[in-house]
């Protein structure tokens, strides 16, 4: 069992930076790779980057290509996402997931976080 808390939400300017973390109790964290997606209203949840147990490989979708950087730290259990160049469109709920396996579908991750709602101002 693992849970996830998310954290560093807010509201931004265009432009702006703001890092989220995901903190996960259970001492497996190290062994599941750990995944962001967001969702805005009336959208569905999509994709935003994954990370592998190790953190050797991540990955991203084509939209916060060169903007976002996901990262963790198995010491501290954390999950983070750097956000960088936000957007109007970035705009959403964010929310971390754990799973066993990399991938860009919710379906691939088991464990979910409450999420935190990021809002960026044009």
């Known amino acids: 069992q693992v849970q996830l808390v998310e954290s560093g939400g807010g509201l931004v300017q265009a432009g702006g930076s703001l890092r989220l973390s995901c903190a996960a109790s259970?001492?497996?964290?190290?062994?599941?790779?750990m995944g962001w997606f967001r969702q805005a209203p009336g959208k569905e949840r999509e994709f935003v980057a994954a990370?592998?147990?190790?953190?050797?490989?991540?990955y991203y979708a084509d939209s916060v290509k060169g903007r976002f950087t996901i990262s963790r730290d198995n010491a501290k259990n954390t999950v983070y996402l750097q956000m960088n160049s936000l957007k109007p469109e970035d705009t959403a709920v964010y929310y971390c997931?754990?799973?066993?396996?990399?991938?860009?579908?919710?379906?691939?991750?088991?464990?979910w976080g409450q999420g935190t709602q990021v809002t960026v101002s044009s």
């Open positions: 259970g001492r497996t964290f190290s062994s599941y790779v």
């Open positions: 997931a754990a799973g066993l396996k990399a991938g860009s579908s919710p379906r691939s991750y088991n464990y």
């Open positions: 990370i592998s147990w190790s953190g050797i490989s991540t």
